[in-house]
């Protein structure tokens, strides 16, 4: 028989496949040759099958080729036997044959084929499967390319409405008010110049109102030339044009100047006092998201453009104006600092390991999870917000902290001499478990924004949590495929750059090993000096603060302020009982009296209501007589104003059938705080008066934001507490120990103090922005912890000295700790040059608390853990009080399981080599053979210090000069011997004689 008769699909098969003849093996492909460690294909053939199965399977052996000889290969169902096969190691391997009749080089036979009984079913299948490294490449370039395009569907929008629940009070009575009255956010336009009141100025003006007037967007819109003006005659009074352009003639601009500052609504609402200024108000029809407010705002000035007024136009505030700007810092920040940030971990990942292959995959892996996480909010049908800018730099910072614990892992194993697959899996093995669990506590953290009743933020926490789940898939589950087929090369030696990060690792944590003491006082005082300043923390927020004193939205806000009255609306809404209730003087006296209450109090500069029209209306029909300017004193007399007014303006306050009502106020305040406060006034005066059929609430813009407050305190609350609990229960759950876990949460206190104590310090609010931040740097800085925690704790576990422990835990994952930290910091503190104010504090906060989570991981906690667990730590001082260290577990282990007469010298050589070329790991290797962990872990570790001691040039001199000296003792103690014989021959000696 020739190699070439054979099937070429069997010869290059993956799947291990023999052909028996009589019980011989004639023919096995690589694939079979490969499982059972034979290297020449001469090994195998002409050997009896027996021969290649342990002994106490030989009946079963005999059965199941009895049986395959009666079955064809078209059969549906084939024989199976679970066997131990014998490597040429002479370790047992634990397989399934399934075998049939067939032919082979023109001869009857029986085809074998072996297969693993834990990867047996369709997912098995699939795990054998010689093109699943493919399917991680479509895999990659499918997640890359569909959330690519759901992405064009992205709703933008950070109008305010989005902030809130339904459910919200503050929400629920806007909603209802708007059933009955036009939107509070409005557009502010100010034009200011001379001639405002000329001919030319006032039909531009005209026609830019009327224009806007016709936007299908637009509801309604407030000027000079559309506002009513109510006008006394001797027996009754008319409503007509405040002004008319169509009868410019009849008037000269001093007079129309004089008319407009005379008139009571337009007065600070369209013209300020001295004149020099004029307004136009436009009220969307609907409040829309943020980019159809941009088009909207985009459509007005090219309106007012296209009339020739821009060199009049000074201002354009209000409150959909800075949600508009807000869009903009936005889309402007995201633009300049994605591909910034992204440029600069990309950046730092060949810095550190000098491998375009890690740089490459670095950047795809930051595609696909960026780009599906945001691609959530599109099915989902969730706005993308201010909040939700920082989940781009907050993803891929992460994953790129991800892989680097990745790819030190691959450095580490390269430098150990492994290549290839055995290299990659090695590395997976040993940094999936922590990294798993980092990234599931990391996912904790933000999942507990949850809580906050801010929709954005709740919805910020989900997504990003998942999104790290994502990460962490991609990067142990999707990437090593792609690493074992083109990762072949050594990685090369470390650089100056990741010498330096070495250097400042062992600096840190040596000093915490030698000094622990002195380390804890030193945080422990540091931390208990700055606690007042937690005390100093503000919860506030003000959009307008949100940008620069120069920014154009404030100094527009500023502008209007001064020349009007102030853009933040608030409203009083009034039900009655029943139809014409508030057509009663006496339940309209209640809400002038508000009136004149609130325009008294400091934020308030002016209010509208119903009354301010039936006062004007009674002083119009008498004449104008200045006595008669307050409320009709009967209803009667109400009806009959009603009937003869045929204006439209009044019903912007008040419905047609007098039953709701609203009072609008316009503050000069942007704070939460003092909207809050006026809001509290407000609602204590209403108390104290409030009677009858007549129901009161506050609403508007301006008590969204107000109980905004609120919901940032209680979110900020419970999301922290949640953050902790689930991180404190996902470490016990890893270290199986309560104070382990203590001891972890130590640490990653320590971004929540840094950061409050800053903003204390500094006077940085907690606002919309900022609430986020202390959830987030705990998810990501326990990231850190899990990993020193982890390593130390296994190595302590194999029974390595907690001094020695520590050291090498730092050695192996010290640099992906700073690596990690300072990629993240770098991240965060690139946001600091943006000019959105939010943008900026995030980033400045988040990499602050990342660089005192470094601190605590590299020098307090090192210090506690020798406190705890050193020579003369608690726990040795606490077993010696009981009476001695507590035995070894693996020692009782060992003695249970072990079979010494099996696990000759050589079958454990054999074991050991299959763990260090990476074929299996230690669980799966003790899975496989029946074996303790411990067990397994201990044999490896012996291994590895026998190479370590082989490899070691220093090492085989000391041993060279040990065996000179070993040498030279015997010699000298021979010759000794024979002195000493000499002198008791010569009756000489004597015992300590010379």
Known sequence: MTRHSVPARLEHSSRPVAMVRDGVVIWANRAFLDRLGHADPAELVGRPLLDLVAEVDHEALRRHLEAAGRAAGT??????????????????????????????????????????????????????????????????????????????????????????????PAVAIDRKVREFFPNDQVYVLLFEGVALFSDGFLKAYDAVSRDLQKQEMVN???????????????????????????????????????????????????????????????????TGNSLERLALQEQILATVERHRLRGYLTAV?????????????????NMIFIPTTV????????????????????????????????????????????VTTIIPPLLSALTVAA????????LLQSRLGFQGEPRVRRAVAEVSRPALYAAVTTAAGLASLATSEIIPIRMLGLVAAVGVMLAYGVIFHVLPELLVRWDKRPWPQVGGGARLVDGLVRLLYRTGLRHPLLVVAVIGGALIAAAPQLGKVVVETNLQEFFEPDHPIRQATRRIDEKLVGTMPLTLFVEGAGRDVLKDPRRLALLRDFQRWAERQPEVDRTLSAVDFLEEMNWAFHAEDPAYRRLPESAALVSQYLFIYDGDDLYDV????????????????????????????????????????????????????????????????????????????????????????LLGMIPNLSPILVIFTLMGAVGIWLDMATAMIASIAVGVAVDDTIHVMDGFRRRVQR???????????????????????????????????????????????????????LVFDLLL???????????????????????????????????????????????????VRELLEGRRSVAEAAAAYHLPEEVVARWLRLGERALEEAMDDDFQRKRRNMRRLVRRYRQLKAENQQLRALQQQRGTWERGGT
């Open 799 to 853: 029974g390595v000295p907690p001094v020695l422990a520590l050291v090498r835990t730092y050695h192996g994952a010290g640099r992906a700790v700073i690596t990690t930290t300072v990629i993240l910091c770098v991240q965060f503190l690139v946001l600091t040059s943006s000019d959105f104010v939010p943008t900026r504090s995030f980033g400045l906060l988040t990499a602050i608390g990342l660089l005192a989570a």
């Open 403 to 410: 892989l680097v614990h990745l790819y030190n892992a691959l």
């Open 654 to 741: 008040v419905d047609r059938d007098f039953r709701h009502a609203q009072v609008t106020m316009n503050l000069n305040v942007h704070r939460a705080n003092a909207i809050a406060d006026f809001i509290e006034r407000a609602r204590a005066w209403l108390a104290q008066r409030q009677g009858g059929d007549l129901k009161w609430e506050i609403a508007g813009l301006g008590r969204l934001f107000a109980d905004m407050e609120d919901l940032l305190v209680a979110g900020q609350v419970w999301s922290l507490v949640g953050a902790l609990a689930l991180i404190f229960l996902l470490m016990a759950l890893l270290f199986r120990s309560v104070g382990a876990a």
């Open 343 to 386: 440029f600069v971990e990309l950046l730092l990942v060949w810095w550190l390991f000098r491998r375009w292959l890690a740089v490459v995959l670095a950047g795809v892996t930051i595609g696909v999870v960026v780009n599906s996480t945001m691609a959530l909010y599109v099915l989902f049908h969730q706005p993308f917000t201010l």
């Open 317 to 333: 505030a209000g409150e959909i104006p800075v949600d508009v700007a807000q869009l903009q810092s936005m889309l402007r920040d």
């Open 75 to 168: 059969d549906r169902r084939h024989p199976r036997a679970n066997l131990i096969l014998r490597r040429a190691n002479d370790l047992p391997l634990n397989a399934v044959l399934t075998s049939w009749r067939t032919r082979f080089d023109g001869q009857d036979c029986i085809q074998i084929t072996l297969s693993d009984p834990r990867q047996e079913g369709l997912l098995g299948e699939l795990a054998r499967l010689p093109w699943r490294r493919w399917l991680a490449v479509l895999f990659l370039v499918l997640f890359t390319v569909l959330p690519s395009t759901l992405l064009l569907k992205l709703n933008i929008d950070n109008s305010p409405t989005v902030y809130f629940p339904d459910q919200e």
């Open 220 to 286: 309604e819109v407030l000027s000079l030339t559309l506002q009513d003006h109510i006008r006394g005659t001797a027996d009754e009074f008319i409503v007509e044009p405040l002004i008319d352009v169509r009868r410019l003639d009849d008037s000269r601009p001093a007079e129309r100047r004089r008319r407009v500052l005379s008139d009571r609504f337009a007065r600070r609402a369209l013209v300020s006092e001295s004149g020099d200024a004029v307004a136009l108000v436009v009220i969307p029809a609907k």
């Open 861 to 911: 906690l090192p210090s506690l853990l020798i406190l705890l667990y050193g020579p003369r730590g608690l726990t040795a001082r606490w077993r010696a009080w009981r009476g001695g260290a507590q035995p070894p577990v693996a020692a009782s282990s060992e003695a249970r399981a072990l079979d010494l007469s099996y696990w000759t010298p050589k079958r454990r050589v054999a074991l």
